[in-house]
C-alpha cells in the first residue's frame, strides 16, 4: 500500500506493515435477509435454527458482512458466541405470538407483501422511538425544522448525515432499529451540510458535535471533507470537538487500513487535530473479542497516530456482556491500546430488549464489581446509564436510608443543566429495568425534575 499520511512516525512504520497480512478481507462484502442462504458458516446450524433467524430477520434488521463472519465470530461457539448474538437474529428477541404469526406466513410462502404488513405491525409493538427522540428535539433554522440533527444538551448537536444512514453491519439490540427497516417515515435524514453550518455559526454554546448515524464512518472521505472542512473556519471556531459515533472498528476496521480512502479520512482528520480541534471516535465494542483481530489493533494505533482520542462506549446486555469479567478484560485492553472507557448504558426500552434487557439492580451490580478489579485509568466509564428523555441518568449505588432500601440516582446530562449532579433517589425494585419502572422513594409523588420536564414536552405528556 501507499505511504501517504504526514505524520512522520506513522510513515516510518507503515512502510513495514503489509496491509493485507493484517486481514483475510479486503473486498466489504454484505449479507442481508435476502442473501441469508449464502452465508456458508450458517450450513453448520441445524434447519430449525437457521429457520428461527431467518423469522426474526423479517422483523428486525439484519446485515452481516464478511469480515464479521470470518474473523469475529467464533463459529465453534455458536450460538452463544457474543459477535454471533451481536448481529444474527434469536428467537427470543420477539414476543412468542409475533414469532408464531411470521413463522407461519413464511412456512405457507406468503408473499413479500404480507409479511411486509404483519412486519410493521410488529414494529408497533416494540417502541420505535424512546426517549421522546424525535419530538422534543430538533433544532430550527430559519423558520424549518432540521430534521437531521438533534440538539438535547446544551453543548452538544448531533447530525446524522444521510450518506451515513445504514452501518457495516447491524447489532440485533439496536435502540435505532426502527430506521432500518423501511420506513421512511422513521428516518432522520439531512442533505444539507450547509444548514448544520448555518446553524451552528449562530449557536456559541455549542462546543460539542456529534456525527452519528446508522454509522457515519460508512461515507466515504469526500462527502466527509465536506462536512468538515469548514470547521477550519474562524466561524466555526467555537465547535471544538467533533465527536464521531462509530461501530466500524468492530465491523470494518478496513475503514481506517486498507480502505482506497482511508489516508485521506487519516490525513482530514490529523488536519482538524492541527488545527486544535478535539476529534474523538466515540467506538462502540461490547466484547473484547471484537478488538482482538491485527486489523482492528493497527486501525486504532493509525487513528491515534492522527492524533484521534478514542472513547469506547456500549450497553450492558444480557446474551453478550452481561459479565463483569467480560467488562475487566474489555476495559483493560482497551486503556493498553490507548482506548478511554467512557460510558456502559443500560439497554433501552426499544426494539430487543425483552431478550436483552437486565434488571437495573443487576446492570449497577455487574458495573460495580467490574469497576473495582480495574486500575483508575479504566475507571473513567461512567454508568450504568440510561439515556432517557430528561437526560442521561446514572444508578450510583444501591443503600438503605432510613429503613427504606433505594437507589441512588444523578443526571450525567440533563435537558436542564441544572438538574446534573443533584443526587436523587428511588423506591428499590428488584425488577426495574428502565427509569419509567421507578418510583420516588421516601413517600414523594414525584421525582424533582418532573414537573420542569413535563413543562419541556410542552402537551405535558412525559416520555421516558
Ligand atoms: C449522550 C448524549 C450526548 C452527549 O452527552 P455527553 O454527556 O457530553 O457525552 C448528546 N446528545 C444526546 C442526545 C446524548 O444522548
Redesign the pocket.
Known amino acids: 500500500m501507499t505511504v501517504t499520511t504526514q505524520n512522520p512516525a506513522v510513515a516510518q512504520v507503515d512502510s513495514s506493515v503489509n496491509t493485507e497480512s493484517l486481514t483475510q478481507v479486503t473486498r466489504y462484502k454484505v449479507y442481508t435477509q435476502r442473501q441469508f442462504d449464502k452465508i456458508e458458516p450458517l450450513k453448520r446450524l441445524s434447519p430449525e435454527q437457521r429457520f428461527e433467524i431467518e423469522v426474526v430477520a423479517n422483523v428486525l434488521p439484519f446485515r452481516v458482512n464478511e469480515y464479521v463472519i470470518q474473523e469475529l465470530i467464533n463459529w465453534d461457539n455458536v450460538p452463544n458466541d457474543p459477535v454471533f448474538q451481536l448481529t444474527f437474529p434469536q428467537r427470543g428477541m420477539i414476543a412468542p405470538e409475533d414469532y408464531d404469526r411470521m413463522a407461519d406466513l413464511i412456512k405457507r410462502g406468503a408473499d413479500r407483501k404480507e409479511i411486509t404488513q404483519l412486519a410493521s405491525e410488529i414494529h408497533g409493538h416494540l417502541n420505535p422511538h424512546p426517549?421522546g427522540?424525535q419530538e422534543m428535539?430538533v433544532p430550527v433554522y430559519e423558520g424549518e425544522p432540521l430534521g437531521g440533527m438533534?440538539?438535547?444538551?446544551r453543548?452538544?448537536?448531533?447530525f446524522f448525515p444521510s450518506q451515513g444512514q445504514v452501518c457495516h453491519s447491524y447489532c440485533t439490540f439496536c435502540f435505532r432499529w426502527a430506521q432500518f427497516v423501511g420506513n421512511t417515515e422513521l428516518r432522520f435524514a439531512s442533505h444539507e451540510a450547509e444548514k448544520l453550518h448555518g446553524y451552528l455559526k449562530n449557536e456559541p454554546e455549542v462546543t460539542?458535535l456529534?456525527f452519528t448515524g446508522g454509522d457515519p464512518m460508512v461515507m466515504r472521505t469526500r462527502h466527509w471533507e465536506n462536512y468538515l472542512e469548514p470547521f477550519l473556519t474562524p466561524e466555526l471556531e467555537h465547535v471544538q470537538t467533533i465527536?464521531i459515533g462509530t461501530k466500524s472498528l468492530t465491523f470494518w476496521p478496513q475503514r481506517y487500513v486498507t480502505d482506497e480512502d482511508a489516508d485521506d479520512l487519516l490525513r482530514l482528520l490529523e488536519r482538524l487535530v492541527n488545527q486544535g480541534k478535539h476529534i474523538a471516535l466515540m467506538a462502540h465494542f461490547n466484547h473484547w473479542q471484537e478488538m482482538q483481530t491485527p486489523i482492528v489493533r493497527e486501525a486504532i494505533r493509525r487513528l491515534r497516530d492522527a492524533g484521534v482520542v478514542i472513547r469506547a462506549q456500549a450497553p450492558l446486555i444480557d446474551h453478550i456482556n452481561n459479565d463483569p469479567d467480560i467488562w475487566v478484560r474489555m476495559w483493560h485492553e482497551q486503556v493498553q491500546m490507548g482506548i478511554i472507557p467512557?460510558?456502559m448504558f443500560v439497554e433501552r426500552d426499544t426494539g430487543a430488549k425483552r431478550y436483552f434487557e437486565l434488571p437495573l439492580a443487576r446492570t449497577h451490580e455487574v458495573y460495580q464489581q467490574a469497576i473495582q478489579k480495574v486500575s483508575g485509568l479504566a475507571r473513567t466509564a461512567r454508568g450504568p446509564s440510561m439515556?432517557a428523555g430528561p437526560g442521561?441518568v446514572e444508578i450510583q449505588g444501591i443503600t438503605e436510608i432510613n429503613g427504606e432500601k433505594v437507589f441512588v440516582l444523578r443526571f450525567?446530562?440533563g435537558r436542564n443543566p441544572d438538574w446534573v449532579q443533584r443526587p436523587f433517589f428511588a423506591k428499590y425494585d428488584p425488577e426495574a429495568t428502565w427509569l419509567d419502572d421507578l418510583k420516588p422513594a421516601f413517600g414523594a409523588d414525584k421525582f424533582f425534575f418532573e414537573d420542569e420536564y413535563a413543562q419541556m414536552a410542552g402537551d405535558g405528556k412525559i416520555i421516558y
Do not use: F, G, M, P
Open positions: 426517549a427522540q428535539n438533534q440538539h438535547k444538551y453543548e452538544t448537536v448531533l460539542d456529534l465527536r467512557y460510558y439515556s442521561k450525567i446530562q
